[in-house]
Nanobody
Framework: QVQLAESGGGSQQAGGSLRLSCEIS????????MAWFRQAPGKEREGVAA???????NYRYSVSGRFNISRENDKRTLYLQMDRLKPEEKGMYYC?????????????????WGQGTQVNVSS
């Protein structure tokens, strides 16, 4: 059974940090781009960070230098370290598997995704 289980969300003040985790099971994630995207109420999905099949990372321009995506293969877990958070980054954050390309667009078509974890950032 395919499952992506996100955790680690919460509330932070602007400038704070959170580390999101996504436990993956039920499929071979190495065949996909593994990514984090977010969605705020009334807004479209936004790609935040993605790892391609070779382990190369891509980031949304606005988070580059502050966010870091990584994967721990023995734990089958994807992470997103988020530092210096901004209020506009509030939203539901999801872990997803998608076909290439592993960029920050085309998050309307995904292969698998989880239930999300809420991130709140206050000013």
């Amino acid at each position: 059974q395919v499952q992506l289980a996100e955790s680690g969300g919460g509330s932070q003040q602007a400038g704070g940090s959170l580390r999101l985790s996504c436990e993956i099971s039920g499929f071979n994630y190495e065949n996909y781009c593994m990514a984090w995207f977010r969605q705020a109420p009334g807004k479209e999905r936004e790609g935040v960070a993605a790892l391609d099949r070779d382990g190369g990372a891509n980031y949304r321009y606005s988070v580059s230098g502050r966010f870091n995506i990584s994967r721990e293969n023995d734990k089958r877990t994807l992470y997103l370290q988020m530092d210096r958070l901004k209020p506009e980054e509030k939203g539901m954050y999801y872990c997803a598997a998608k076909d290439p390309p592993c960029g920050m667009s085309d998050y309307g078509v995904l292969t698998y995704w989880g239930q999300g974890t809420q991130v709140n950032v206050s000013s």
